[in-house]
């Protein structure tokens, strides 16, 4: 279910080899070795755990039977400090190994992955502003497995816009450390009964309006002393999917906090954390995608349906339309991977503006993925697709939330067709041209030259009008991105039978789909139509 080659194929053809200490044996072995874990000791536990769900009993979450001991077995195997630096007692393997297992993790239990996968990046966070003190009594716990950790930036009034967050924080002055006031919502995994304790860190506000007056604190669940936090959970949200992992509301009542960075600086510490939390929800989209193709494939080479012309009964994978859904599903499955796994790699080696531009990008791809593929899936599928029994239509509900959380697809769009596009920061565009016509160069590609000139003529348009052409810029940078890397596997790999089969079709749809979001962006750019009644005669 997993496809292990899938993976590590796709993340060596993004350039691992370029990533300071990738050893590719080494990783293909972790792999193989959490894919045993995840298929005997996780996966058995997201059917049972979606139809539970999560419970509050006594002020306390309590997770789906089984979620707990999975988690201690997962922590004690030591899979929690995988990328975490050696000296806090972690392996120090890195972010790419680490990817590598996350799409694992959330193809085997999304929900569990969603408790226990913001551990890396809340490391990651505290190896760049906290100070030695912190990092010392903080990360050996992280890594250990002994905490979890959530990222409280949400508010009921405060969503994507950070700005309008009200939770303060308050010093209390001679050493009475600071008091944090106010709620979080939508924090996964605010209270759950698998580790020790849990380190929340949290976004409150120590300075004026807007974001400069944001500055961040680490407030633990449990105190030094053993006293619980005054942190609570009001309530837990009910969700269409991932019902096995606890989505709360929480109330910080002065709660005890220390500062991690400087203050004013909590919105730049927090997206240490999140620009790699974002290729992980890319990661499972594309989860939740190749999940799906593999379970639709495997049932349209068994299910009989009709009869093959020389009267022989088929399969449904015989029937043109059936292998036309299978081929698209795998298509889009292995390109959103690829964009996801080039990012992985642009910012691993420090090449920081291509892996800017094409964060947002892998985002958005790899949560349309899941969803799509999901949803194709169950149309294979046919009446089986819905029913609880294939669960596709479980993973149907859980891929959804890709597009929406660690920043909705449109926002992601807007800020590629903004920032991406901007005078300060033109370095990221020209950094993804660049990428595009090496490739068109290299591999004598006319028509990846042609759509990358469409694509220039499409900048255009968008820095006129960049909040009415985002949507068009991003389908058109996406399609420009497969249609390169489709093009390298037609070159590269010319004894893959199976993408040589998918690439001349997927280089050619990439191609419609640039050209397409141009003449979108025209139309739209176009002065407005006469009014309906104008045109037809017709009365209102």
């Known amino acids: 279910m997993f496809a292990l080659e899938d993976k590590l194929w796709s993340l060596e053809f993004a350039g691992a080899a370029r990533i300071p ?82 799409e694992v993790f959330s193809g085997a239990c999304h929900a569990l992955q969603m408790i226990a996968g913001l551990v890396p990046g809340a490391i990651r966070l505290l190896c760049h502003v906290a100070t030695p003190e912190q990092q010392a009594r903080f990360i050996p716990q992280l890594a250990s497995g002994a905490w979890l950790a959530t990222m409280c930036l949400t508010e009921p009034d405060a969503g994507s816009d950070l700005s309008r967050i009200r939770t303060s924080a308050i010093d209390g002055g001679a050493g009475q450390g600071w008091r944090i006031q106010g709620e979080k919502t939508f924090i996964s995994g605010g209270d759950q009964d698998a580790s020790e304790n849990i380190l ?9 309006e807007g974001t400069r007056g944001l500055s961040l ?14 942190i609570s959970v009001a309530r837990i949200e009910r969700k269409m999917g991932l019902h096995g992992s606890p989505t709360c509301h929480m109330v910080f009542d002065a709660a005890q906090g220390e500062l991690i960075g400087a203050q004013g600086q909590g919105l730049s510490a927090m997206f240490l954390l999140m620009n790699h939390a974002r290729l992980d929800v890319a990661l499972q989209g594309v989860a939740h995608a190749a999940k799906a193709h593999a379970i639709a494939r495997d049932y349209a080479q068994l299910r009989r349906q009709g009869r093959l012309p020389d009267g022989r009964p088929a399969v449904l994978a015989a029937h043109p ?6 081929d698209d599903m795998d298509t889009q499955t292995l390109a959103a991977r690829a964009l996801a796994h080039m990012a992985l790699v642009a910012l691993e080696t420090g090449d920081h503006a291509f892996a800017d531009f094409l964060t947002p990008m892998a985002k958005v791809a790899g949560s349309n993925a899941g969803m799509r593929v999901t949803e194709t899936a169950m149309q294979v599928l046919g009446g089986y697709g819905y029913l609880h029994e294939y669960r596709l239509e479980q993973a149907y509900r859980d891929a959804r939330i890709c597009a929406i959380y660690e920043g909705a697809n449109g926002i992601h769009a807007l800020t590629l067709a903004t920032r991406g596009l901007s005078h300060a920061a033109a370095a990221q565009a020209e950094a993804f041209a660049r990428y595009i016509t090496e490739i068109a160069q290299r591999h004598e590609a006319p028509s990846l030259r042609t759509s990358l000139a469409q694509w220039k003529a499409l900048c255009d348009h968008v820095r006129k009008a960049p909040a009415e052409m985002a949507h068009h810029f991003m389908q058109a940078s996406i399609a420009l991105a497969d249609m390169a890397f489709w093009q390298r596997v037609v070159t590269e790999c010319p004894e893959i039978t199976r993408l040589q089969r998918l690439a001349s079709h997927a280089c050619q749809r990439a191609a419609h789909r640039v050209d397409a979001a141009l003449q979108a962006a025209r139309l739209e750019a176009a002065p407005a139509l006469a009014p309906l009644a104008q045109i037809t005669g017709a009365r209102w």
Not at 46 to 57: F, N, R, T, Y
């Open 217 to 230: 604190f680490a407030c633990p669940a449990i105190l030094q002393d053993g006293r619980r936090n005054a």
């Open 321 to 326: 339309d059936v292998q036309r859904m299978l």
């Open 21 to 102: 200490g990738w050893d590719g044996a080494l990783s293909r072995e972790v792999l193989e070795h959490f894919a045993a874990f995840a298929k005997a000791r996780i996966a058995p536990l997201d059917g049972p755990g979606d139809l539970q769900g999560c419970s509050i009993v006594a002020g306390r979450v309590q997770l789906p039977d089984g979620f707990a001991d999975a988690y201690r077995a997962l922590a004690a195997d030591g899979w929690q400090g995988l990328s975490a630096p050696e000296e806090f007692g972690g392996q120090a393997l890195g972010a790419a190994v680490q990817a590598l297992t996350s």
């Open 200 to 208: 929340h860190l949290v976004l409150a506000r120590t300075g004026p």
